[in-house]
């Protein structure tokens, strides 16, 4: 089992960066494939992107392909996403999440999540 801990979020102008930090608790997170989700009021929660359990692998959704990076360091219990040229459609709650099974990047292919960290980007 493993516990998230999303930080990073905050308020930003459109064009602007942000990097989101997920600090995984609990054993061999290395084991461990993760994701970044999101979520805004009254829609579901969408894919953005995910990272193997080694890292090389990563997948991405095409409306943050180019923008966004996803990365980890299983020394640090850490999973990155580095948001460059944020847009104010970027704007939503953005979640960890974290399973041991094979590759997935569907909402119900993750077991653990974190409570979320805010992002919102002005125009």
């Known amino acids: 089992q493993v516990q998230l801990v999303e930080s990073g979020g905050g308020s930003v102008q459109a064009g602007d960066s942000l990097r989101l930090s997920c600090v995984a608790s609990?054993?061999?997170?290395?084991?461990?494939?993760v994701a970044w989700f999101r979520q805004v009021p009254g829609k579901e929660r969408d894919f953005v992107a995910a990272?193997?359990?080694?890292?090389?692998?990563?997948h991405y959704a095409d409306s943050v392909k180019g923008r966004f990076t996803i990365s980890r360091d299983n020394a640090k219990n850490t999973v990155y996403l580095l948001m460059n040229s944020l847009k104010p459609e970027d704007k939503a709650v953005y979640y960890c999440a974290a399973d041991t099974a094979p590759w997935g990047v569907r909402i119900y292919e993750y077991t653990y999540w974190g409570r979320g960290t805010q992002v919102t980007v002005s125009s």
């Open positions: 609990g054993r061999s997170f290395s084991t461990y494939r």
């Open positions: 990272i193997a359990e080694g890292g090389v692998r990563t």
